[in-house]
């Protein structure tokens, strides 16, 4: 909604009644919360828990005493192939998650670093596509026109792409540059699309509303209305779209690097992890567990949040 | 009906034309020069001329461009005398560096991926639909709760990793299967059966979790109709209204994903044909990127806009059989 001016406000809480039970404890809180969906609690704390292992990673090197490149040769056997010695893919006190076959590089670090990695490059992607969407989607809900049918034209163009497979061939023809960046690239050219789709249906409505037709009456030029009056109210619509695009990206990322065309070797990333680990699946199957388990939870919880905020934003499940 | 009928096939064509042209100018602009790879490691500059002109890489882009799409329809011939190459009917390109056309190699996968592609798409279609219309119906019960869990799992699970998990449990430990290899159906259907059940189960288990969902909310939306509470207040029992009422909007969706989903599927399963070493499509993509093998790159994409684009048209046909409402817009 437009913002109602607050002069003209009534004050609906009669002053002297206090609300009854008194202002609840944070901690009853999050009992509450946590009551009511567990789900949404555990996503939020597994995600805070990636984030700070992300953003920790190159502290960790001193704590857990190996850095995301360095080979340990104790820790494999050499005359079983490279295999790492102990039980659970040599999961000891000094590799917490074991380490990888054949060079012994400490999976924990690795797993760390990959979090960098990966979320950089899903969160520049959703950024990148989020401006693109929502500035290209509320042009052409809002101008209309030829404006409306250009945009419309090159959005169903990209959207009958096969995208992946035309990614794949994007970035395997691209010279080898900087792969973060030109993942980022590819990945918001294909999707914004799908959020301009949504902003420009929704833009479209919001222009015949009467507190739009008002501000038009009140002699807002066009800038005034797009960012006062259209802006604020997508703005559920995309947090959930972001929400739910982040995901999606770092699915995404994992499979690209997991086809080989996305993040190169060494540069250690949850889906080049398990592309590695392919040829061990048999012998060392924690390599491959590991990297794929912190993809699938993080996959899950930013899934489990999106599914969440639109059911707020818009009352109904998803689809 | 017909008029509808020739302008939607007229922009499809214009689309491909499109996407043939965007993808050759990546290619010709983006990629190293084919003709030094081609060359390999003992080259002479007068080998690299010669192979130019052989490829016809010496002319101008649109001249190129135009070779390509008229190979298409007429084929067309590499180079000339002795070493001439030459490209039959629907030709797609030469793969100079395992000396076959592009077309004869698509044609020899397509089976595959098609195998892959169907079995998959009957699991999928069963299971999400199914788990879709039960969750709705029986909607907050604990038949509700676990279908949607299983769903987020399939949305959440990156397929390469259940395809790994599956791998490892049932070939390697419980060796219920054998190694995955594609075995034609003439030569054994058990083995045949065998080594296309896991790349099935995967890709059913993603796209099934996503159909579920959206049947789901479908439904949901649908019983919650001005119509369907008239049907409600006539008396009709639940089962009924379900039947004869909610089920035709709800599914109409389902149609549109199922078209654009199962013939992206045609141009190859990438990840899990690669996974699996299934030698279909997308295998051969994955193949083709790894080796730099342009002509073929290229090929496979072009195969899969194609796919997707009369995907997109049979959609469109269908709907207007389907939904009334577009019938009478389209006339």
Same mark, same amino acid.
């Given at each position: 909604m437009s913002a109602v001016p607050s002069d003209l406000a009534v004050q609906v809480t009669r002053p002297g009644v206090s609300p009854q039970g008194g202002a609840p404890r944070p901690a009853g809180r999050i009992v509450s919360a946590l009551r009511s969906s567990p789900s949404v609690l555990l996503s939020a704390a597994f995600l805070v828990f990636v984030v700070l292992l992300a953003l920790a990673a190159p502290l960790l090197v $001193?704590?857990? $005493?190996? $850095?995301?490149?360095?080979?340990?040769?104790n820790a494999i056997d050499s005359d079983l192939g490279g295999i790492p010695r102990g039980a659970l893919g040599g999961v000891s006190a000094e590799h917490w998650f074991g380490v990888e076959p054949q060079n012994g590089r400490d999976i924990f670090i690795r797993i760390a670093f %990959?979090?960098?990695?990966?979320?950089?490059?899903?969160?520049?992607?959703?950024?990148?596509?989020m401006i693109l969407g929502v500035g290209l989607g509320v042009l052409a809900g809002y101008h209309g026109g030829w404006v409306d049918q250009v945009i419309s034209r090159v959005m169903d163009f990209l959207m009958a792409f096969p995208s992946l497979i035309f990614m794949i061939a994007l970035l395997s023809a691209l010279p080898a540059g900087n792969r973060p960046v030109l993942l980022v690239i590819v990945l918001s050219i294909f999707s914004w699309p799908y959020t301009a789709r949504v902003i420009r249906g929704q833009t479209m409505t919001l222009r015949n509303r009467e507190f739009v037709e008002a501000a038009v009456a009140s002699g807002a030029n066009s800038a005034r209305i797009v960012f006062r009056e259209v802006l604020p109210n997508l703005r559920g619509t995309i947090i959930v779209l972001a929400t739910l695009a982040v995901p999606g990206f770092i699915g995404t990322e994992a499979g690209l690097s997991f086809l080989g065309v996305g993040v190169t070797p060494p540069t250690p990333s949850w889906g080049q992890m398990i592309a590695t680990a392919v040829g061990w699946y048999a012998v060392d199957p924690m390599y491959f567990l590991i990297p794929g388990t912190f993809l699938f939870l993080t996959v899950l919880s930013f899934t489990i949040l999106g599914d969440h905020l639109r059911k707020q934003f818009d %009352?109904?499940?998803?689809? | 009906m017909v008029g509808y009928l020739a302008r939607r096939l007229l922009s499809a064509l214009g689309i491909l034309l499109l996407i043939s042209l965007f993808t050759y100018v990546i290619f010709f602009l983006l990629s190293p020069d084919p003709a030094v790879l081609i060359c390999g490691k003992t080259c002479t500059p007068d080998r690299i001329d010669q192979i130019r002109g052989t490829l016809g890489l010496d002319q101008p882009f649109w001249v190129q461009f135009w070779d390509f799409l008229r190979g298409f329809f007429v084929g067309r011939t590499y180079g000339d005398g002795a070493s001439a190459v030459s490209c039959p009917a629907p030709c797609l390109g030469f793969s100079f560096q395992t000396n076959r056309s592009v077309t004869e190699m698509i044609e020899t996968r397509l089976p595959v991926s098609a195998t892959v592609a169907l079995g998959a798409a009957v699991l999928w279609l069963l299971a999400g639909v199914g788990a879709g219309l039960l969750s709705a119906v029986k909607q907050g019960t604990w038949w509700d709760r676990g279908a949607m869990m299983f769903a987020l799992g399939g949305i959440s699970l990156p397929n390469y990793f259940v395809a790994l998990i599956l791998q490892y449990v049932l070939v390697v430990q419980m060796q219920i299967l054998p190694f995955p290899s594609a075995v034609p159906f003439g030569e054994d259907p058990v083995r045949w059966f065998q080594s296309y059940l896991m790349p099935w189960l995967v890709l059913a288990f993603g796209y099934a979790a996503v159909y579920a969902r959206l049947v789901r909310a479908n439904v949901l939306d649908t019983l919650g109709e001005n119509f369907l509470r008239t049907a409600r207040a006539k008396g009709l029992s639940?089962? /009924?209204? /379900?039947?004869?009422?909610? /089920?035709?909007?709800? /599914?109409?969706?389902?149609?549109?994903?199922?078209g654009m989903d199962f013939a992206g599927l045609l141009g190859g399963a990438l990840i899990t044909e690669t996974v699996f070493g299934l030698n279909g499509v997308g295998k051969l993509a994955a193949d083709s990127i790894a080796k730099n093998d342009q002509p073929v790159i290229m090929g496979v994409t072009l195969l899969a806009a194609f796919f997707v684009v009369i995907g997109n048209v049979i959609v469109d046909i269908t709907y207007t059989f389907l939904d009334p409402r577009v019938r009478i817009a389209t006339r």
């Open positions: $001193g704590l857990v $005493g190996w $850095g995301p490149y360095d080979f340990d040769k %990959g979090a960098q990695v990966s979320l950089l490059i899903a969160v520049s992607a959703t950024i990148m596509s %009352g109904r499940d998803v689809a | 639940g089962r /009924l209204i /379900l039947r004869r009422h909610a /089920l035709r909007p709800s /599914l109409t969706p389902v149609v549109t994903m199922f």
